[in-house]
C-alpha cells in the first residue's frame, strides 16, 4: 500500500490519544473465567435486525477501500459474506453499492446526513433498492477531524480515477461529503420519515444521548469514537460502554468500535453487555494483503479466537458472557 494511504487509514486526529486510547482500554482489562462450565461446543450465531448471523464480529464502515487493493469494497463485501456476518457500506465507498451488494451477503448503509435533505433522500432510497437491510447514522461528525497524518502527508483527496461513488447525483456528478454542524435531533425524526430501514446511530459516547435516541425511536446504537479519527482526547468506547448500556437497559441493541484487535478483546465487549462488534482497520489490512480471501480470513481468525476464549472463560453462549467475567 501507498504509505500516504496507509496512514490515511491507520492515523487518528490529533495527537492520537483516543486512537491509542481505544486499544489500551481492552488491555488494561483482564478476563475472570469460570471453569467446570461444560461449554462443549460453542455457539457464537446471533441474529440482528432479522438477520442471523454466524459471527459477533461485524465489518465497520471505512472509506476508500480501492486505496487498500483494486477489488476495493466488493471485496470486502465477499469476504464478510464468507465469514456470515454484515458489512457496514461507507458512504465515502469507491465502489458503488450496487456493485457492492452483488458480490453477496447482508449490507448496512452508513450514512452522513447531508444539509440538502433532497440529495440525502436518493442516497437512502439507493441504499434500500440494493437491499441494505439498515441504516448506520453517523451522528460524531459535525465537522472533519483534525487528522495531521494526512495533513502532513496533503492527503486531502483522492487519486485520479477514483471517486466516492455513492455520492453520485441524478446528473452523475460526485459531490463532496458535507459536515453539517446544524445536525440535531429534528434530522433523525426526519429520517425516520424517509425510510423504514432499522435505524441505528453511530458515535453515542455519552449516557444522556443513549437515553434521548431511544426516546426518539432508533432502532440501535454503536458506541463509537469514530476510531480515534473525531475528537482527539474523547474517550476510548470500551470504557463508556457500560454506562451506555445501563442507559439502555436492553430497549435496543447496543453495539461497539474501536481498538478491538484480538478475540479476547471481542469477550471483554460482549461480557460488558455489548451485543456485537464492528472492526475497521484490522479488516482494511486483511483486504490489503489478500483482498476478499484476506477479509475472510482476518474474520474466520477473530471469530476463531472469540470461540477460543469463550471455551477457556466457561462460556457456551454469547449470553453468557456476563460482567463479572471482566476485571480492571
Known amino acids: 500500500m501507498d ?8 492515523g487518528g486526529a490529533g495527537d492520537e490519544r483516543t486512537l491509542r486510547a481505544n486499544e489500551a482500554a481492552y488491555e488494561r482489562r483482564r478476563i475472570v473465567p469460570r471453569v467446570l ?5 460453542r455457539d457464537l450465531r446471533l441474529t440482528l435486525f432479522g438477520t442471523e448471523l454466524a459471527t459477533p464480529i461485524l465489518v465497520a464502515p471505512t472509506a476508500f477501500h480501492k486505496l487498500a487493493h483494486p ?9 464478510a459474506a464468507g465469514a456470515g456476518t454484515v458489512m457496514v457500506v461507507s458512504m465515502a465507498a469507491t465502489q458503488p453499492i450496487e456493485e457492492i451488494a452483488a458480490a453477496g451477503g447482508p449490507l448496512w ?17 439507493r441504499a434500500e433498492a440494493a437491499g441494505c437491510r439498515a441504516l448506520v447514522v453517523t451522528v460524531d461528525s459535525p465537522v472533519f477531524g483534525r487528522r495531521e497524518r494526512d495533513l502532513r502527508n496533503g492527503f486531502l483527496d483522492l487519486p485520479a480515477g477514483l471517486a466516492c461513488e455513492n455520492l453520485r447525483d441524478a446528473e452523475g456528478r460526485v459531490r463532496s461529503i458535507e459536515m453539517d454542524a446544524t445536525l440535531g435531533w429534528d434530522r433523525i425524526a426526519w429520517l425516520r420519515g424517509v425510510t423504514g430501514l432499522p435505524l441505528l446511530l453511530k458515535g453515542i459516547l455519552h449516557p444522556a444521548d443513549a437515553r434521548l435516541a431511544v426516546e426518539h ?9 469514530h476510531g480515534g479519527r473525531q475528537l482527539d482526547g474523547a474517550v476510548a468506547t470500551v470504557d463508556a460502554l457500560p454506562a451506555v448500556v445501563d442507559a439502555v437497559g436492553g430497549r435496543v441493541p447496543v453495539l461497539v468500535d474501536g481498538g478491538i484487535r484480538r478475540g ?18 484490522p479488516v482494511v489490512w486483511g483486504l490489503a494483503a489478500g483482498g476478499a480471501p484476506g477479509v475472510l480470513k482476518k474474520l474466520r481468525d477473530l471469530t476463531g479466537e472469540l470461540d477460543h476464549a469463550m471455551a477457556l ?5 454469547l449470553a453468557d458472557l456476563t460482567p463479572d467475567l471482566v476485571a480492571v
Open 37 to 41: 462450565r461444560a461449554t462443549g461446543d
Open 71 to 79: 477489488d476495493g469494497e466488493a471485496a470486502t463485501a465477499r469476504g
Open 109 to 125: 448503509f452508513q450514512l452522513y446526513p447531508q444539509p440538502d435533505l433532497a440529495f440525502t433522500a436518493a442516497v437512502i432510497k
Open 313 to 317: 472463560a466457561g462460556a457456551k453462549r
Open 217 to 225: 425511536g432508533v432502532d440501535g446504537l454503536i458506541v463509537s469514537n
Open 264 to 281: 479476547g478483546d471481542v469477550l471483554v465487549a460482549l461480557a460488558l453487555g455489548a451485543d456485537a462488534v464492528l472492526i475497521g482497520r
Open 3 to 10: 504509505p500516504v494511504h496507509e496512514d490515511f487509514f491507520a
